[in-house]
């Protein structure tokens, strides 16, 4: 499966750049889910902007000078090695700008 994910250059968030990869396979307990849908709205770009000061760089860190900005959005299990998460179940949270 091949993901793709958006970047956004910490220093100068107008500058981003879209990477594809292929996805990596899971570990014990882990679940991968698609994105479905996210929400863009102004506090992404306070996540931005102030991603420094309150560590929302660091929650999905990437090499820098880029980061991933979260967001708010619904996702679905599309594998999982977790015997407590079904494939198929959706769920609602903060997730990277992403396919997964």
Do not use: C
Request: charged share 20%; aromatic share 12%; hydrophobic share 45%.
């Amino acid at each position: 499966m091949m993901e793709h994910t958006l970047h956004v250059e910490r220093k100068v968030i107008g500058n981003t750049r879209t990477v594809e990869m292929a996805g990596q396979p899971l570990g014990e307990n882990q679940v991968r889910l698609r994105v479905d849908r996210f929400a863009v709205t102004a506090n992404n770009i306070t996540y931005a902007v102030f991603g420094d000061l309150l560590s929302y760089w660091n929650f999905f860190p990437v090499e820098l000078p880029f980061g991933q900005v979260p967001a708010m959005g619904w996702a679905e299990v599309v594998e999982s090695n977790n015997p407590d998460i079904a494939i198929g179940g959706r769920y609602y949270g903060w997730f990277r700008m992403a396919s997964t």
